[in-house]
């Protein structure tokens, strides 16, 4: 299994991305791999707030089996975000995916219920009875890969919200509008607002960043 594994301690090692920019590094690896060939990325879903565990279980799983050449790279998705709470100042970890990790593997009946049989994996996502499951196209991985590498550039600044808060909204169709934060989603970047439209109290879902402290 390769040593490149990304996590969420987000330690980017430039071979992951140099596998989709650069063909010679590719072709070098599968002469050492020829499993590589047939590696595809999946999404595979864990028990909530474990995808951490998750993924150091399946490392340890592939390592301890005779399929160690059959899996690539784990990957759980996560930006640098700045969060702000009046004069404070935080960087975290924000999961881009909750609940999911990335996995390139080649799949086959053994590969896939090594996966299946780890603990805090639910399966793969999208797995039908009888199927396969469905590979993620490349293109995404290297919009997902591109987004982490650069949240370390420049991560995105969101604002620490509590339910009471007066806020108004940036964007949308209710920009401008003033309004009262209900509920907060901090792990999915989501605020429910409530305002008052047509004489109506209204609740309006909007990302953390489209609104500001009133």
Do not use: C
């Amino acid at each position: 299994m390769s040593d490149t594994n990304l996590t969420e301690t987000l330690d980017l090692d430039d071979s992951v991305f140099d596998a989709f920019e650069s063909p010679e590094v590719e072709e070098a690896t599968q002469e050492e791999n020829p499993h590589l060939a047939n590696m595809k990325w999946y999404i595979v879903q864990t028990v909530s707030g474990y995808e951490q565990k998750a993924s150091t279980l399946l490392e340890a799983a592939i390592k301890d089996s005779d399929y160690a050449d059959y899996f690539g790279d784990i990957i759980i998705p996560i930006e640098k975000v700045i969060t702000r709470s009046g004069t404070k100042v935080k960087k975290s970890d924000k999961k881009i995916f909750p609940n999911y990790i990335f996995l390139r593997m080649e799949m086959n009946f053994t590969t896939l219920n090594l996966v299946r049989n780890v603990t805090h994996i639910l399966g793969f996502l999208g797995h039908q009875k009888g199927k396969q499951p469905e590979p993620v196209p490349n293109s995404e991985i290297e919009r997902i890969l591109k987004l982490m590498k650069d949240s370390e550039i420049s991560p995105k600044e969101t604002l620490k919200l509590k339910t009471g808060d007066k806020v108004i909204i940036n964007d949308s169709s209710f920009a401008n509008i003033e309004g009262e934060v209900s509920t907060v989603n901090e792990e999915l970047g989501k605020v429910t607002v409530t305002i008052l439209f047509m004489n109506a109290k209204r609740n309006v879902e909007l990302n953390i960043s489209d609104v500001s402290l009133a």
